[in-house]
């Protein structure tokens, strides 16, 4: 930072001595030694990192490549020491002032995606209020905080640990972990996360991990990550320099000669022509192409959810042909609803919803807490209720007796509803009968049913000509029922954990960039294998480890956002490159013709490298 401090001063030095020298120079002081005193003190004063930098990273890259490997700090440095070799001081502290002050500020462009993700970091949770045996409350540092500490949380405080409510009623500001601005309400028993804000009233919390396993410290972690992997195109770009400055600097002597040769120039013209095309062909705006687009658009992203391990992920999801997705908590909630409720004629539905809910709601049986959860306002009535396994579950209530079981359990059904359980289970639905003293009078029609983002992130992929897929265990008739209201192109049902891979790697077989969306343990393989996966922020640790995206929040419709952002940032990025370059060769055309000066190369080439760099800067935008 000193360091910094002291080149920043030393620039506006040079600055000043530049404009006295020229304002001396145009008042007709005649003083011409003081004056390219001036100008000359000017370029080492505002330039002197400029070319320290040139020289010192040319040799290191060398040495550490082993060829040749110069930079565009050094074009820059050969073409001052050139100008003023010449006697053109003034414009080699021109030179040195614009390229020195242009990158000033192209640091602070980059430095400015970088901060919008890293200010994260300023949200890491410092102390914790734990509450001890003995009532007494105790301020901690959070990495003392333990699996199973009681923790006090008060009003608009940050929460210091993830863990649950023990006891209270908060409503907290998630938007650091899922981006979603609204506060959530959260009462006895709900999760709580580091880093997310406490509203008006105070709570007590049990922890239920430590500080350095939260979902905020592994955001902080992937965070970190993303900033140091580029995307292909910045890679690429990174590597094509050392080979484009070599190719300026081998063309420079050769300008210089054909100077004089095709064009009758002098041999200072010459020379003042080769100076001129060094700061042309300089790559500065093709440099500064990909990496300030490709931070801003994941600094973007990662305010609004969704967290990226690096720009190579991001910049492949554009390129995606087929998604993968598992079924269960991906495409659809994970948990059963009940769907259909259908009820003889001669039985009221009102006293069968009481009678029915109250004998699931003594049963453990997965179906029974859906069950009990969509008829919430149902009676409680006093029923004994007994579980036959491989039958179902049987309520007496007075003289009658009811039995709730799947349709393999009866003998003799009405045709009325043996129809409708064949329709329900076309459509993929789970169908219980309900039977008053042997006699089936009612069904159940219960399904995994799709999440809300499900059906429009299908509709988008499938617009966008990307083939999706559906990984699911369920029966062939379950799955492609689903599949099919989904729209989903191909539904392959029946599939063993293991074999999610071998799907994954059947799509990238045929040249196809995969994607592979998922939430569990057992999709964790086809996550690592995928091109790009996607983890569903809910989902296991495990699956958000391997993955290389993750949705903190398990809505689908950011990863359509990530998607159209990525189609964004490579256009941004094509649109630099394209103008960067005809940048580039509009000014060596023009040099050739005598049209240009260094005055005017510099303030072209530095004006379209901010140029490209502010447009990057427009995907920190939503």
């Not at 192409?289 to 973007?300: F, K």
């Not at 391990?309 to 993968?324: C, E, P, Q, R």
């Not at 009866?410 to 045709?415: I, K, L, M, P, Y």
Request: charged content about 20%.
């Amino acid at each position: 930072m000193k360091i910094k401090n002291i080149t920043t001063k030393s620039y506006f030095l040079g600055l000043f001595l530049f404009l006295l020298g020229l304002t001396l120079f145009l008042s007709g002081a005649n003083l011409p030694i003081f004056i390219k005193v001036l100008y000359l003190l000017a370029t080492i004063l505002s330039g002197y990192h400029v070319m320290i930098e040139g020289f010192s990273l040319t040799v290191t890259e060398t040495k550490a490549r082993k060829k040749f490997s110069p930079n565009i700090h050094l074009l820059m440095s050969l073409a001052a020491v050139g100008a003023i070799l010449i006697g053109k001081f003034s414009e080699a502290a021109l030179l040195i002032l614009i390229f020195a002050g242009a990158h000033f500020l192209e640091e602070y462009a980059e430095g400015k995606s970088k901060r919008e993700i890293t200010k994260l970091l300023e949200m890491n949770p410092d102390n914790a209020r734990i509450i001890h045996p003995d009532g007494s409350i105790e301020e901690v540092s959070v990495e003392t905080v333990q699996v199973g500490d009681t923790l006090q949380v008060q009003n608009g405080a940050q929460i210091p640990i993830d863990g649950n409510i023990l006891s209270g009623i908060a409503s907290i500001d998630e938007s650091a972990i899922n981006g979603e601005s609204i506060p959530r309400e959260k009462t006895t028993g709900d999760p709580v996360f580091a880093g997310t804000i406490n509203g008006n009233d105070s709570f007590t919390m049990t922890a239920t991990k430590t500080s350095d396993n939260t979902v905020f410290s592994k955001i902080l972690s992937l965070v970190d990550q993303s900033q140091n992997n580029l995307s292909k195109t910045a890679t690429k770009i990174k590597k094509i320099e050392p080979i484009y400055v070599t190719t300026v600097l081998i063309l420079f002597p050769l300008v210089i000669l054909s100077g004089a040769a095709a064009f009758g120039w002098s041999f200072s013209t010459s020379i003042y022509r080769g100076i001129v095309f060094l700061i042309s062909a300089s790559p500065c705006a093709l440099a500064a192409s990909a990496v300030p687009a490709t931070l801003s658009a994941i600094s973007n992203l990662a305010k609004n959810g969704v967290l990226f391990k690096g720009g190579s992920f991001l910049s492949n999801l554009a390129d995606l042909k087929a998604v993968a997705f598992d079924k269960t908590g991906t495409l659809t909630k994970g948990k059963p609803e009940v769907t259909d409720f259908i009820v003889a004629d001669d039985i009221n539905k009102d006293d069968l919803i009481d009678i029915v809910s109250s004998i699931e709601d003594q049963t453990n049986h997965p179906l029974a807490a859906a069950i009990v959860n969509h008829f919430d306002q149902a009676k409680k009535l006093d029923i004994k209720v007994e579980t036959k396994i491989g039958t179902g579950v049987i309520g007496q209530l007075g003289d009658d007796e009811y039995l709730i079981a799947k349709p393999k359990a009866f003998s003799s059904v009405d045709d009325q509803f043996t129809l409708q359980q064949k329709e329900l289970a076309k459509e993929g639905k789970t169908v219980v009968f309900v039977a008053k003293n042997q006699r089936v009078v009612a069904l159940l029609a219960l399904m995994d049913t799709p999440n809300s983002a499900a059906q429009p992130t299908i509709d988008y992929l499938n617009h966008e000509g990307i083939d999706t897929v559906m990984i699911t265990g369920d029966s062939k008739q379950t799955g492609e029922a689903i599949g099919h209201n989904l729209g989903i192109k191909k539904v392959i049902t029946e599939v063993l954990p293991e074999d999610k891979v071998k799907v994954v790697n059947d799509l990238e077989s045929k040249s196809l960039m995969t994607g592979m969306v998922g939430d569990g343990v057992n999709d964790a393989p086809a996550l690592v294998n995928a091109d790009v996966g996607i983890a569903m922020g809910e989902g296991t640790d495990v699956a958000i480890d391997v993955a290389d995206v993750v949705l903190m929040k398990n809505d689908l419709n950011k990863f359509v956002t990530s998607h159209r952002v990525s189609k964004r940032l490579n256009k941004i990025v094509w649109q630099n490159i394209t103008f960067s370059m005809a940048v580039v060769t509009l000014l060596v055309v023009l040099n050739f013709f005598g049209l240009t000066d260094i005055g005017i190369g510099v303030v072209a080439h530095e004006g379209s490298t901010l140029l490209v760099i502010l447009n990057g800067l427009r995907l920190l935008r939503g």
